[in-house]
């Protein structure tokens, strides 16, 4: 009989070691809790990265996946799908609010992908073929994806060193400099993207004066404004659209061409979406893009039964509502470690104080950087957090989190920093 391995015995034979994982297995999740192989309850503000938007295995989308499952799972695309036309009405009437058309995928870099076919194709049939519109200006510290799209629209050079030849024509400005994007900007631009709130380059919101840039270089250039609502979108800000929560307070108002999702856009299973204004939707005629598994009866019923409860439920409400609690409690705290708290809603990023955590004895010899290096003493106690960059750590706990799961982990991260900060 052959032995039996662990589970990390099987990942490092059988797996490509393309992800660096933390040493614990998850085999099972409620709520806001997840469950080891060993029994451990953890806490779970992680949650897989701004996906599980209503916590783990939900009863909404348990109902959805047998429901749907036992109807029909697959149908191709070369037919009409009831489900997903639903699913598209809901983006378009309860989320945006603007008319347009709506294309799904299978996760974030497919959309942004779709994004990027969609601008260049637009100003192909606007401009015609001898059209130079050809290059996107994004943002540096940005994140897009992994796909060859999306590491050429990324702005940080980590993710694509050995990867060239790199796909040609994007220009990368620093996320919240308007002169730096006037200045990249030309008749050559076909369109601007960024993340409206950068997730993976360390919680920074779009500043207003930066929107309002992009917007007035989008009416004197005619390009195309396209948000990546991918980790910030699915009301993870407080609102269906991200970018209307960091001008909620400003005097700037500011509408995208097209927009993508994924991650919470479908609470965990694997979903992506674009969405393209009327003016320049019709530029994804028959035959310019597709996908065999985009838009499944399955996956649109289970994402459509997530937007819906995420709607019903007041789990928008609840974001600001949570967001606000844990801002008065942290600006209570008198924590050496921590900087600043930053970001919107439940996507917040605390700043850590590199001085500070440089003294914690066996912070110097862990090798880590001092996000990771507070992500693993957190997880000691029984709690997931994210890295977001070297030096921010990241909340983002479901969007129905209740009052006693914060309490809870306000609780377990106060003690992690006081602790390494009495060391
Ligand atoms: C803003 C943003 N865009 C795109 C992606 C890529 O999404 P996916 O991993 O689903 O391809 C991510 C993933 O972290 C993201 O945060």
Redesign the pocket.
């Known amino acids: 009989m052959s032995e039996t391995k662990t589970t990390i015995e099987l990942t490092d034979e059988f797996l490509l070691g393309n992800y660096g994982r933390f040493p614990v297995v998850f085999s099972r999740g409620e709520g806001g809790y997840i469950f080891d192989e060993e029994g451990n309850k953890v806490l779970d503000f992680a949650t897989g990265?701004?996906v599980c938007s209503l916590g783990h295995c939900p009863p909404v989308m348990q109902k959805a996946l047998t429901e749907q499952g036992g109807k029909l799972i697959h149908c191709s695309n070369l037919y009409h799908i009831r489900e997903q036309a639903e699913l598209g009405q809901f983006v378009v009437e309860k989320m945006l609010k603007r008319p347009g058309k709506v294309f799904f995928c299978?996760?974030?870099?497919?959309?942004?992908d779709g994004l990027i076919k969609l601008a260049r194709k637009r100003a192909y049939d606007k401009f015609g073929p001898e059209t130079t519109k050809r290059d996107v200006v994004t943002c540096k510290q940005?994140?897009?994806?992994?796909?060859l799209g999306?590491i050429a629209a990324t702005g940080q050079d980590k993710v694509k060193i050995g990867f060239d030849p790199l796909l040609p024509g994007f220009l990368h400005v620093p996320f919240n400099d308007p002169e730096a994007l006037r200045e990249a900007v030309s008749e050559n631009t076909a369109a601007i993207l960024f993340?409206p709130v950068?997730?993976?380059g360390g919680i920074h919101s779009a500043s207003p004066e930066f929107m309002a840039m992009a917007d007035q270089l989008r009416e004197e250039y005619d390009l195309l404004l396209m948000f990546?609502?991918?980790?910030?979108g699915s009301g993870r800000t407080g609102d269906w659209c991200g970018w209307r929560t960091v001008l909620e307070h400003s005097d700037v108002s500011v509408e995208p061409d097209a927009v993508?999702w994924?991650?919470g856009f479908g609470g965990g299973f694997?979903i992506?979406a674009i969405w393209a204004s009327d003016d320049c939707a019709g530029a994804m005629g028959p035959g310019t893009h597709g996908s065999t598994f985009g838009g499944t009866p399955l996956a649109s019923a289970v994402s459509l039964a997530v937007l819906e409860e995420i709607e019903s439920c007041g789990a928008l409400a609840n974001v600001k509502r949570q967001e606000a609690r844990i801002r008065e409690a942290v600006a209570s705290w008198n924590c050496p470690l921590i900087e600043s708290l930053r970001g919107v809603g439940l996507m917040l990023g605390f700043v850590l104080n590199k001085e500070a955590i440089a003294r914690v004895p066996g912070f110097s010899d862990s090798g880590q950087t001092p996000a990771l290096f507070v992500v693993n003493k957190v997880m000691e106690q029984k709690m997931l957090t994210v890295p977001a960059g070297a030096d921010v750590v990241r909340w983002l706990p479901r969007l129905d989190v209740p009052d006693a799961e914060i309490d809870e982990a306000l609780t377990v991260f106060r003690g992690v920093l006081d602790g390494l900060a009495a060391l």
């Not at 299978?106 to 942004?112: I, L, P, R, T």
């Not at 940005?142 to 796909?147: D, V």
């Open positions: 990265i701004a299978n996760s974030g870099a497919e959309a942004n940005s994140f897009h994806g992994r796909t999306g993340e950068q997730g993976e990546d609502e991918v980790q910030c993508s994924a991650k694997p992506g």
